[in-house]
C-alpha cells in the first residue's frame, strides 16, 4: 500500500464509512466499501447520499494524486447519475481526471457492483487551493 492510501485510511470519514482505497496515482483512483445496512434508505436500497459520498472520496484522490507542493484541492460542485439500485454486497469506485487546469480539476468515476454493472456515474469539478506559507 502507497503513501497516499495509508492517507486517506487516516481520514475519519473514509475510516468510518469503511472504504477502501485501492490505488491511488497519477491522476487515477481506486476505492472499494462494502455496503452496509446502517446505510439502507426506507426502501431497502443503499442511500444515495452514501453512493455520492463514495464518489467524491474517489474523485477527490485522483485529483489529490496530481498536486504539486503547497497545493491542496476541494470539491466545488458535484453530478452523480444512480443508475441501479443497490441492496448490499461492494461497491468499487474508478475515477480518473479528465482535465487539469492551473486552478480547477475536472473528474468523472464509475461504481459498480460485484457483477460488474455500471450502478452509478459522476463528475466533478475542484478547485486547487494554495497553501500559505506561514
Same mark, same amino acid.
Given at each position: 500500500?502507497?503513501?497516499?492510501? *495509508? /492517507? /486517506?485510511? =487516516?481520514?475519519?470519514?473514509? =475510516?468510518?464509512?469503511?472504504?477502501?482505497?485501492? /490505488?491511488?496515482?497519477?491522476?487515477?483512483?481506486?476505492?472499494?466499501? !462494502?455496503?452496509?445496512?446502517?446505510?439502507?434508505?426506507?426502501?431497502?436500497?443503499?442511500?444515495?447520499?452514501?453512493?455520492?459520498?463514495?464518489?467524491? &472520496? =474517489?474523485?477527490?484522490? !485522483?485529483?489529490?494524486?496530481?498536486?504539486?507542493?503547497?497545493?491542496? +484541492?476541494?470539491? #466545488?460542485?458535484?453530478?452523480?447519475?444512480? #443508475?441501479? !439500485? +443497490?441492496?448490499?454486497?461492494? #461497491?468499487?469506485?474508478?475515477?480518473?481526471?479528465?482535465?487539469?487546469?492551473? &486552478?480547477? +480539476?475536472?473528474?468523472?468515476?464509475?461504481?459498480?457492483?460485484?457483477?460488474?454493472?455500471?450502478?452509478?456515474?459522476?463528475?466533478?469539478?475542484?478547485? +486547487?487551493? *494554495? *497553501? =500559505?506559507?506561514?
Amino acid at each position: 500500500m502507497g503513501t497516499m492510501e *495509508k /492517507f /486517506f485510511r =487516516s481520514a475519519p470519514s473514509v =475510516s468510518n464509512v469503511g472504504i477502501e482505497p485501492l /490505488f491511488i496515482s497519477d491522476g487515477k483512483c481506486k476505492m472499494k466499501m !462494502a455496503v452496509k445496512p446502517e446505510f439502507m434508505n426506507v426502501i431497502g436500497t443503499l442511500h444515495a447520499g452514501i453512493t455520492t459520498f463514495l464518489a467524491d &472520496t =474517489s474523485m477527490f484522490g !485522483a485529483a489529490w494524486s496530481t498536486l504539486r507542493n503547497g497545493e491542496s +484541492v476541494t470539491t #466545488l460542485e458535484i453530478k452523480i447519475n444512480l #443508475l441501479k !439500485a +443497490v441492496r448490499g454486497g461492494i #461497491l468499487e469506485a474508478e475515477a480518473k481526471i479528465l482535465k487539469r487546469g492551473r &486552478t480547477i +480539476v475536472l473528474s468523472a468515476a464509475d461504481i459498480k457492483d460485484e457483477k460488474g454493472d455500471l450502478v452509478a456515474h459522476a463528475t466533478s469539478t475542484l478547485m +486547487v487551493i *494554495k *497553501k =500559505s506559507i506561514t
